[in-house]
């Protein structure tokens, strides 16, 4: 230190003439006074030395109980970097010597001070002081570094330890590897060898005996090149000269000899060998690929043959890659030379940057790579002058082992001109169509054996001999005499289930109104079946409701399709029904079932045949009968008014005479009760002949509109004295709004009074007879139903005919003369009988 430009000292004494000295002292020595502090006391003197920045401290020795020597052991530890120097008196030069004994210190005596001896005291103190920190801090970075050193040297021996110890187990593993390596050597297929620089075999596995044929001590020792065909001798000393100076080389081929003669072309991998980091020598494998070269050989001629034949093709084939559509492999036919390669499907086919997509212009690569499974599909190409072609797309997909498409091969074929032609057939066909529609129409006039003709010419010999038989089933429909609908429905029904092949099957007739079905046939007849009623009627019914037969070749729902028949069936396979018609209103259907096959127009046809001419031929007897009807009734009728005429005069003398005697003779002669007998039986006579006489004469209306509702009052007040004898009440029953309608007034009132008459006739007595009324479609229906035991099956196709009667005293003309009044209002009249009773049912055209 040159200057105490910047030295700060403290001074701790109790004296001040000390801090005077000193003070003095330093103002001597110093060109610039440094600056000094004084601690008047020990307490504040260590105080003071607790703060930073005092390069030296003075300490005063006063003996006695706390010295400068107390401070100064206390002062050492507090002191920090300041240098210490102990201020000694001259006049106990004892008591010091013995304190610096114990308490080794820079010391000054203040009879000798002066400012250069000061000066130099402190310079030496605050170096010494400087050295014993810098000294300090050295022992410290020495410790320090020892006991890293020692750290590093205790983690060196740890891990050298732990090397040796794998090095110990690397050895063992190195010896097991070694006897691993040897097995698998000798064990394996291909021939392992080692050469020397020299080309010396050194040795050989047991593979090579195999390969070979050789023994391996006839070659270990030997020159390779004498196993190398010469050909190819100098080409593997080159390889070998390559990899001894450390150059990589991929496998080579080689063709060795073979102790039985003949070489085998070997793939020869070689390596460098090495001993204490230097190359020694060759180690190497050789692998017989002799059948893989003659197989590789033979791939590439059948890859030439084959791209000789797909070049050969003159549609387009090709390979696509199934990840982003790719072509990567094609003929010619599908790829020109002036398209890139690996261009993409659609742009090569559609000229498109993206592939195909809608409902229309599906992608058949898309499908392919989607399902994993071939295609067949027809497509939209454009060729390379821009034109639309049609194609037959067959794609095949190559699947990888994961089961992902990966390639797609595909072959176009152009279907276009096809397609023009089929499209020009399709025209063709379209217009032969409408000709035949046209000519057929023309036809259509044509009658029914020509149009059976037709059908026969195109059908095979079966179908021929089916409508044989049909013909002769309508044939025998209209020769065989028939006595009832009930027995022509049944004979009609067999021919239907026989020439359609069928298993059962009904004909029902419906009433006037079209909603109930009474069946007159049914097969199999099994048990006893009602009537139907159309609203409950499955499907089979629509035939009725919609006027057009009805064809089910599939039925889903059984219980349903079958409901309302007169038959059942399990399973219920299929089923056709035929709707008769008179005029405009549906008469009856038949429904025929379960036929082997599927019913088609043949059986629809025939069908319809037999139906219409089973109502013509019902008709037909229908008419006869009432012809035959007429003309007995017209004969009858003449010979009744006759008969009338001649027995009217009589009658009338007999009548006249009797009551003659009546005026003559009283009620207590006996001859009375004679002449009444006369009277009523002469009455009785009469009356048949009036009906003799109205049975007998035209029948002329005297029609008005009229509503049937007072009438039917009237009717009922006339013959209910008759029913009140029996206690019998008339009941009338008006159903819905009845309107007025056309007819002769006193003639329906007979008719009524009539079947009333009869009704109250056959009624037990107390037991009601009721008259209901209402409108049916074109019709009033009116039923006079009575409570008897009703009318015998036998005898109710007789009722009508003049003269039949069951009642005692009867004339036998009621029924018939009402039955003509009906017809005369073209109307009809049915009986409805059953164990309950009796219905009589009028049915007026409304």
Not at 331 to 358: I, M, T, W, Y
Not at 561 to 582: E, H, K, Q, T
Request: include cysteine.
């Amino acid at each position: 230190m040159d200057s105490f430009k910047e030295l700060r000292i403290l001074l701790i004494d109790d004296r001040e003439e000390n801090f005077v000295l000193i003070s003095r002292l330093l103002a001597e020595s110093a060109i610039e006074r440094p600056r000094l502090d004084w601690a008047r006391s020990f307490e504040s003197g260590l105080a003071a030395l607790g703060e930073p920045g005092y390069d030296a401290c003075l300490l005063g020795y006063t003996p006695g109980k706390r010295t400068g020597l107390d401070l100064l052991s206390e002062a050492r530890e507090k002191s920090g970097k300041a240098a210490v120097i102990l201020l000694l008196p001259g006049e106990d030069e004892e008591g010091c010597s013995q304190a610096l004994a114990t308490h080794p210190v820079d010391c000054l005596a203040k009879c000798e001070l002066n400012g250069e001896t000061l000066l130099r005291s402190i310079r030496c103190a605050v170096e010494r002081k400087k050295t014993e920190l810098e000294l300090a801090g050295y022992r410290e970075n020495l410790a320090d570094r020892v006991e890293r050193r020692t750290a590093e040297l205790q983690e060196m021996n740890r891990k050298l330890s732990a090397q040796i110890a794998e090095r110990n187990i690397a050895e063992i593993a190195l010896r097991e590897s070694e006897g691993k390596y040897r097995s698998l050597v000798n064990s394996s297929l291909d021939v392992t060898f080692t050469l020397d620089p020299d080309d010396t075999i050194t040795s050989l596995n047991p593979a090579f005996e195999k390969a070979t044929g050789w023994k391996i001590h006839e070659w270990t020792g030997r020159d390779c090149n004498l196993l190398i065909h010469p050909d190819d001798r100098d080409t593997q000393r080159e390889c070998r000269r390559r990899i001894l100076k450390g150059d990589e080389l991929p496998p080579g081929e080689a063709r060795i000899m073979k102790k039985s003669g003949g070489y085998r072309v070997f793939e020869l991998q070689c390596a460098p060998l090495y001993s204490a980091r230097a190359i020694v020598g060759l180690i190497g494998t050789a692998r017989d690929i002799t059948d893989r070269k003659l197989a590789e050989e033979k791939t590439v001629q059948q890859n030439s043959f084959l791209k000789t034949v797909l070049e050969s093709l003159s549609h387009p084939f090709y390979v696509v890659d199934a990840r982003d559509y790719s072509v990567v492999l094609a003929n010619r036919a599908a790829l020109p030379q002036d398209f890139p390669h690996q261009v993409k499907c659609h742009s090569l086919f559609h000229g498109s940057e993206q592939p195909c997509s809608g409902v229309e212009h599906h992608c058949p690569l898309e499908e392919i790579r989607k399902t994993g499974k071939p295609l067949v599909t027809e497509h939209i190409h454009y060729d390379h002058q821009g034109r639309a072609r049609h194609v037959e797309v067959h794609g095949y997909p190559i699947l990888e082992d994961t089961g992902e498409v990966s390639r797609i091969i595909e072959y176009c074929l152009d279907i276009t001109d096809r397609k023009e032609i089929e499209e020009k057939l399709r025209k063709a066909h379209d217009e032969l169509e409408i000709r035949v529609r046209e000519r057929t129409e023309e036809l259509a006039g044509v009658n029914l054996s020509l149009m059976v003709e037709i059908a026969e010419r195109k059908q095979a010999e079966d179908a021929l001999r089916l409508n044989e038989k049909r013909l002769q089933a309508l044939l025998n429909l209209g020769q065989i005499p028939w006595s009832s609908r009930k027995e022509i429905a049944r004979y009609v029904l067999e021919q239907e289930l026989k020439l359609t092949r069928s298993e059962t099957g009904a004909i029902g007739f419906l009433d006037e109104e079209g909603k109930t079905i009474d069946w007159c046939a049914v097969v199999p007849a099994n048990a006893p079946f009602a009537n139907t009623s159309t609203e409950d009627a499955g499907p089979w019914v629509h035939a009725v409701r919609n006027r057009q037969p009805v064809v089910e070749n599939e039925i889903s729902d059984i219980e349903s399709a079958g409901a309302g028949l007169p038959f059942s069936l399990s399973p219920f396979r299929r089923f056709m029904s035929i709707p008769v018609f008179d005029g405009d209103r549906a008469i009856a259907v038949a429904v025929v079932a379960n036929k082997g096959g599927s019913y088609d127009q043949s059986d629809l046809r025939q069908l319809t045949l037999l139906t219409d001419g089973m109502w013509k031929l019902i008709e037909r007897e229908r008419s006869m009968k009432a012809l035959k009807e007429a003309e007995n009734l017209a004969g009858i009728g003449r010979a009744l008014s006759s008969v009338a005429h001649d027995m009217k005069t009589p009658l009338v003398a007999i009548g006249g005479f009797a009551k003659q005697i009546q005026r003559r003779v009283g009620p207590e002669d006996p001859c009375w009760a004679k002449t009444e007998i006369i009277l009523k039986e002469t009455e009785r006579l009469e009356k048949m002949v009036e009906d003799m006489l109205d049975f007998s004469k035209p029948i002329e209306l005297r029609t008005s509109v009229e509503q049937i509702g007072p009438i039917l009052a009237e009717s009922v007040a006339v013959t209910k004295p008759l029913a009140d004898a029996k206690d019998i009440e008339l009941r009338i029953e008006a159903r819905g709004d009845i309107p007025a309608l056309p007819l002769d007034p006193m003639r329906i009132k007979r008719v009524l009074i009539n079947l009333l008459t009869n009704a109250i006739q056959s009624s037990p007595e107390g037991r009601p007879v009721r008259i209901v009324h209402r409108r049916s479609g074109k019709y009033l229906i009116i039923d006079v139903s009575d409570s008897g035991p009703g009318i015998p099956c036998e005898i109710q196709k007789d009722i009508f005919l003049p003269f039949f009667t069951t009642r005692k005293g009867g004339t036998g003309l009621g029924l018939p003369i009402v039955k003509k009044l009906i017809e005369a209002h073209k109307g009809r009249i049915e009986l409805l009988s059953s164990p309950c009773g009796a219905t009589f049912r009028l049915r007026l055209p409304a």
